[in-house]
């Protein structure tokens, strides 16, 4: 059974960086999408990274692109978000998800989920 547990949360002021790690199990994940997501309170998760196990294509959405980095170590089976210029908008908690498809933004096709981190971004 895939298991997914993210670290790395926590309380920072803007203009911070942070980097939430998630460590994958129970499968070798080579046709598989690893993303992050987020949800703030009172919204709907959205999107916000995804990376491919094998050959490290990647994808963000407009809200992040050059401002967030994902990455993943497969030796480590872990998948890295590295978050620079925070700002109180990127206040949510994050979730590490892993779907058995290729580069995939939508979160009805991640079939795993971690339990979430919370970042929190003051002004």
């Known amino acids: 059974q895939v298991q997914l547990v993210e670290s790395g949360g926590g309380l920072v002021q803007a203009g911070d960086s942070l980097r939430l790690s998630c460590a994958a199990s129970?499968?070798?994940?080579?046709?598989?999408?690893m993303g992050w997501f987020r949800q703030a309170p009172g919204k709907a998760r959205e999107f916000v990274a995804a990376?491919?196990?094998?050959?490290?294509?990647?994808f963000y959405a407009d809200s992040v692109k050059g401002r967030f980095t994902i990455s993943r170590d497969t030796a480590k089976n872990t998948v890295y978000l590295q978050m620079n210029s925070l700002k109180p908008e990127d206040t949510a908690v994050y979730y590490c998800?892993?779907?058995?498809?290729?580069?995939?933004?939508?979160?009805?096709?991640?079939?795993?989920w971690g339990q979430g981190t919370q970042v929190t971004v003051s002004s």
């Open positions: 998800a892993a779907a058995n498809a290729r580069l995939v933004t939508i979160a009805n096709h991640y079939q795993y």
């Open positions: 129970g499968s070798t994940f080579s046709t598989y999408t």
């Open positions: 990376i491919m196990w094998i050959g490290g294509n990647t």
